[in-house]
């Protein structure tokens, strides 16, 4: 196992079990999690498959912390969220805030296709020290952006902002995995005439004006 071990690793100073998360976060970036087996994982990494049980109780365990590490890759990719409270316009934030939610779950969502029937790696990234959810981010980012527009009275007080946050992550869901159910079509975007249709909605809602 040894000379494995070196092979894996040489010229470089990562720990074997931060090596195995690393391939495993690379192959669910390329292929998705549902399908890796130990042994697609151990090949890759240059290893044994029974390695893999000397740092993880099991490959779920080691999927989880590779998920993890893929969502922080995607936020670090897709960057701070955009629009400062208070500068440009609520309505051109909006529209950044939109763009930025669909990039990072493009990045993410396609990651956990396959996984739906297996509760247990979902079971174990829901367990780590810090509990991660691609939508967690971007409602919290959205509602608490709204939040301090409220405070600076840029947008009603009476605004459901979780509500407005809800509907950004529905919207990224929706193109995200159109996307995935049929993989031959553009990849998820949308056009700028789209955008301004959904912030205008965000924005106004669909009631009639007050006379």
Same mark, same amino acid.
């Given at each position: ?54 740092? /993880? ?54 990651? /956990? ?99």
């Amino acid at each position: 196992m040894a000379p494995r071990r070196a092979a894996a690793l040489r010229g470089g100073d990562q720990s074997l079990r931060d090596h195995l998360i690393a391939t495993a976060e690379r192959l669910i970036a390329e292929r998705g999690a549902g399908r890796l087996t130990v042994r697609d994982i151990a090949r890759e990494a240059g290893v044994a498959d029974g390695v893999l049980y000397n740092h /993880f109780a099991d490959k779920e365990e080691l999927l989880a912390y590779a998920l993890q590490a893929h969502l922080r890759s995607a936020e670090r990719l897709a960057g701070a969220p955009p629009g400062q409270a208070g500068a440009a316009t609520v309505e051109a934030n909006l529209r950044a805030y939109l763009t930025w939610a669909l990039a990072l779950h493009a990045a993410v969502l396609p990651a /956990f296709a396959g996984l739906l029937h297996q509760r247990a790696v979902l079971d174990r990234l829901a367990e780590l020290p810090q509990p991660e959810a691609v939508d967690w981010p971007v409602r919290v980012a959205v509602a608490d952006y709204l939040r301090a527009e409220q405070r600076l009275g840029r947008v009603a007080p009476h605004a459901r902002v979780d509500a407005v946050a809800a509907l950004v992550v529905g919207v990224c869901h929706d193109l995200v995995l159109q996307h995935l159910l049929h993989p031959g079509g553009t990849p998820p975007g949308l056009p700028a005439a789209a955008i301004d249709d959904l912030v205008v909605t965000l924005l106004h809602g669909v009631a009639p004006a007050a006379d």
